[in-house]
């Protein structure tokens, strides 16, 4: 079993930062990709960022390219996102998750650990 605890959501004007964590338990998260989802109230929960297991491969959706950075560090069992430049239409619950493959990771099927979510507001 894993647990998926995302912390550092807040409200942020336009143009602000925030720093996503997402710490893991448990021994699988070295051997996880990892990925970060967003969902705004009334829409899908959609793909947002992704890391695979060693950090050497990252993915984005096009809305966050140059404004968002994923990362991960093994030793703590914990991922980031670190969101610059942010705009009201960020705002949304932030989700990461966990996925034994790193195929389809754009894909919340591909997912098998969920987090319980962070709010971030991004105030115009």
């Known amino acids: 079993q894993v647990q998926l605890v995302e912390s550092g959501g807040g409200l942020v004007p336009a143009g602000g930062s925030l720093r996503l964590s997402c710490a893991a338990s448990?021994?699988?998260?070295?051997?996880?990709?990892m990925g970060w989802f967003r969902q705004a109230p009334g829409k899908e929960r959609e793909f947002v960022a992704a890391i695979s297991r060693g950090g050497g491969s990252t993915y984005y959706t096009d809305s966050v390219k140059g404004r968002f950075t994923i990362s991960r560090d093994n030793a703590k069992n914990t991922v980031y996102l670190q969101m610059n430049s942010l705009k009201p239409e960020d705002t949304a619950v932030y989700y990461c998750?966990?996925?034994?493959?790193?195929?389809?990771?754009?894909?919340?099927?591909?997912?098998?650990?969920w987090g319980q979510g962070t709010q971030v507001t991004v105030s115009s």
């Open positions: 448990g021994r699988t998260f070295s051997s996880s990709s």
């Open positions: 998750a966990s996925a034994p493959n790193l195929g389809g990771l754009t894909r919340t099927g591909t997912y098998n650990y």
